[in-house]
Each structure stands twice: as C-alpha cells, then as structure tokens.
C-alpha cells in the first residue's frame, strides 16, 4: 500500500512538471527558430540557390547527348531513274541487235562478190543470230543485276548519334551566369538572416510583454489587497462611528475598480503568453512559465546606448540583400550583353546509320565520327542589344540608388535607437525615485491614516500614486529592454 501510494505521488508530480514549462529568453528564440514557418521557407530556398549555383558551374563543362531513331518511308531512295533502270536491263537484246545491224550489210557484199557461197552465207547468219541470241540473254542478265545492285532498301532507316559540345567563348554568359547563381545564393542566405532576426525580435517582443504583464499582474493583486485592506479599516471605523457611509461607498468604488483591473491585466496576461506560444510553436494553451517572470528587477545590467554606424552596415542583412540585387543586375546585365557576342563552341560526335550509306546502303550498322567548330556571330539587329544593355545598366543604378536610401535611413534608424535607450535610461532612473516618493508618501498616509489625522480620501490618493508609480517603473523597465533590444536590431547583432 505504502509503495503504490508513493508510485501515485511520483506520477502526480511528473505530470505537474510535463504540464508547466519554465522557459528563458533563450529557449523561447530557440523554440521560435526551430518551428517557424518562414525560417523553415527561407532554409529551402537558400537550398534551392546552392543547387541552382551547382548546376550552374556545370555550364562550364561538355555536354553529351545522344539520339537515336527510327522512320518508315513508302519509296526507297533510288539511285537510278526509271529509263536508266530500262536500258541497263535490255543492254543485251541493244547489243544483239547492233551486231545484226552490223554483220548483215558485210555477209550480203561478201556473197554478191563470190568470195562465200548463198548456203555459207546462210549458215553464217545462223550462227549469227543464235550467237547474238545467247549473248543478249547473258548481257540482259548482268544489267538485271547492275540494276538490283542499285537498289537502296532505304525505307526502313535507323540513325543513332552521340554528340558532344564544348563551349569555348559564350560572350561572358556563362561566368556571368555563375556569379548571378553565387551572389542569389548569397541573397538567399541574407532572406534568412533576416528572417532569423525578425522572429528574434518579435519573440523578444512578446516575452518582455509576458513579464511586464505579470509583474503589472502582481502589482494589481498588491493594490487590490492594499484597497481591500483599506475598505475593511473604514467598515471598522464605520461601525465605530467614526467614518462615514460615503467614505465606505467611495472606498468600495476604488475595490471595484481594483478588480476590474485585476481582471483586465489577467486576461492581457492571457492573451500574451498565447500569442508567445505560437511563435514559439507550443500549443495555445500550453502552461507556461517564464524565467524573468518572478525577478523584483527587470533591469540588471548596465543600460548603455553605444553604437556604431559603420556596425549597422556591415551587418544589417537588409542592406546585404540590397548589396546582392545590385551585384545580380550587374551581371545581368552582362548576360545581356554576351547573347549579342560572337559565341564559339566545339563540337565532336559519332553518327551511324542502317542502312550503311557508306558501303552501297548495305543493311548493317555503320558511322564515321566528325569534329567542328561552331561559331555564332550576331550581324545585325537594328541596336536591339544596345537598348538592353542600356535599360540595365540603368536597372543596376536604380539599385544603387535604392542601397545608398537604406543605408542613410539605417543610419537614421541607429541614431533614434540611441536616443530611445538614453531617453528609457532616464525614464527608469526618475521611475525609481517616484517609486521611493510613493513608497513614502504612501507609508505616511497609512500612519496618519492609523492616527486620525488624515482621511480615506488621502490614503486613496496615496494609494493611486503608489499604483501608478510602480506601474510606471514596470513600463520604465520594459522600455529599456524593447529600446535595447531595437537598438541590436537596427544594428544587425541580435543574437
């Protein structure tokens, strides 16, 4: 029994610390950066321009490519016409009829002189014709085969083909291009920067809001109890006889109000730590506490405004970004300018075909590599690429203009930060000193209070004071935090 008892203490307690957080200024910017939304954009898009960079880089070197395809045609090429295809084939039945041609006239004057008889002669032009006859048939064949020699079998033709391309000279292009991709990756890492800073600073913000509320919200419970106290003095004295209704009535308001205060601060208070627990990606309702909630003195280093200007530029991410535009229409513009260069590139490859048109269309695969130079050079384009050039060359100066504006309202905003600081410093000191002087006026009104010398009226006005005293020393230490914490932004070093 005594075990499972203290087993139930051990998860009670567990529970207790797992539902409260305490949390510092530092874990809320840690929780802030680590769950943000847009730092988490920023960091992807600073990824996307370091690979953009890399792929860029990769300009430099060859590409190779390598095609490959097929086509169907309904005719083959051919190498011979129609007509040609005719004679060559009949060449045999030509040749047979020119040797008719020929040996007749000979064989008739060779009989009218007698040297050969009619029956010789006829025997002659026998052989003849029956020699002519096989000779046309074997002549007619081998022009046939000339013919079928010269057919392409080209309709069905494949083609695969390796290339390579080197650029040697592309007007500046490409080391334009890669000086863009490293400056826009260098933009991309200022975005973040910034968006670090800003979310340092709105979760700054909400956390010093955080405890001004509550020490405001301990200050109301103190006034409440001192105002409570005070209404139930006069109710003694009002049965004593001593005090009068009206003094209980004008007491009562003031308790009245006291609450409605309490009420106020406490729903403020509410409010506050919810809208801190969705920078820092807690659940709304989260039960937290911070660590500078329950310290008596907000302040406790020394205030000092010192500040350099020449820090704030060096620093600032916003000017950084400003700086990177100006660099990207510079090289932009010199991208602009190399599209209207000569551009040089080598090129080198290997081609093969089926069928081999390098050996008579033969119906097996072959190529032949080849080498070249490629040069591109731009003639004429009625000063297209001048206007270009010039349109941004004056883009890279309205940049320029644009850099040298922030950095004077930077420095503006540094010079207002110090003044800010100097101005809480002061604040604070005279908060304090009011604070003292209500303490005191208020430790003297309770004792002439006590004494019968002073009425509630003035113990009400001491009270007020009192209130309004210390509420101004929590805004006076609030203020200070905020100007410090805006003098770091506006230098570029919140941390």
């Known amino acids: ?58 300009k430099y070197l060859p590409k190779i490519d390598v095609l490959g395809g097929y086509e169907y045609t309904s005719r083959e090429i051919s190498l ?28 008739t004057s060779l009989t009218q002189q007698g040297i050969i008889t009619p029956e010789q002669a006829s025997h002659l032009g026998n052989f003849i014709s029956h020699f002519g006859s096989s000779m046309g048939e074997v002549l007619n064949h081998a022009g046939q085969k000339i013919v079928d020699a010269f057919e392409t079998d080209t309709r069905n033709v494949f083609m695969a083909s390796v290339m390579l391309k080197q650029p040697i000279f592309m007007g500046g292009g490409i080391i334009a291009a ?3 991709a490293k400056i826009n990756e260098e933009l991309t890492r200022n975005s973040t920067e910034a968006a670090r800073q800003s979310t340092l600073y709105d979760i700054d913000q909400a956390y010093w809001t955080v405890v001004s509320l509550k020490h405001k919200q301990k200050l109301s419970h103190s006034y409440l109890d001192l105002v409570r106290k005070l209404d139930d003095d006069v109710a003694k004295m009002i049965r004593e006889g001593v005090a009068t209704r009206a003094d209980g009535l004008r007491v009562n308001v003031k308790v009245n109000e006291a609450e409605m205060t309490v009420t106020q601060v406490d729903n403020g208070l509410s409010l506050a730590k919810m809208y801190l627990c969705q920078l820092c990606g807690l659940p709304l309702d989260s039960n937290i506490t911070l660590e500078d909630e329950n310290k008596e003195n907000i302040i406790t280093e020394d205030v000092s405004g010192d500040a350099d200007i020449q820090t704030a530029i060096s620093n600032r991410p916003e000017l950084k970004m400003l700086e990177n535009a100006v660099g990207i229409s510079e090289q932009s513009t010199k991208i602009t300018r190399a599209a209207y260069l000569p551009q040089v590139a080598l090129t080198a490859g290997y081609t093969a075909t089926n ?7 033969e119906n097996k695969f072959a190529g032949v590599w080849n080498v070249g130079v490629m040069v591109r050079i731009p003639v004429w384009n009625w000063f297209e690429g001048s206007y270009k050039v010039k349109s941004g060359k004056i883009a890279t100066s309205i940049a320029r203009l644009e850099l040298n504006e922030a950095k004077e309202k930077v420095e503006l905003q540094v010079s207002q930060s110090k003044f800010k600081i100097n101005e809480a410093s002061r604040r604070l000191t005279m908060a304090n000193k009011s604070v ?10 309770n004792l002439g209070f006590k004494e019968g010398v002073m009425q509630t009226t003035d113990v009400m006005e001491a009270q007020t004071a009192w209130l ?28």
């Open 355 to 361: 069928p081999n048109i390098y050996n008579g269309f």
């Open 468 to 495: 309004q005293a210390q509420s101004q020393r929590i805004d006076a230490e609030i203020d200070v935090k905020l100007s410090q914490i805006n003098l770091k932004k506006a230098l570029g070093i919140l941390e």
């Open 1 to 58: 029994m005594i075990r499972l008892t203290s087993a139930i203490f051990v998860l009670c307690i567990a529970s207790a610390a797992s539902a409260q957080q305490t949390l510092s200024l530092d874990s809320c910017r840690a929780l802030a950066i680590r769950n943000n939304k847009q730092l988490s954009i920023s960091r992807l898009k600073q990824e996307v321009a370091r690979n953009t960079s890399k792929a860029t880089k990769t």
């Open 178 to 180: 890669n000086k863009m």
């Open 80 to 107: 011979l016409s129609d007509y040609q295809k005719t004679e060559i084939s009949n060449i045999g039945n030509k040749a047979t009829g020119m040797l008719g041609n020929e040996l007749t006239p000979i064989i």
């Open 436 to 445: 003292s002087s209500a303490e005191e006026n208020l430790r003297s009104a």
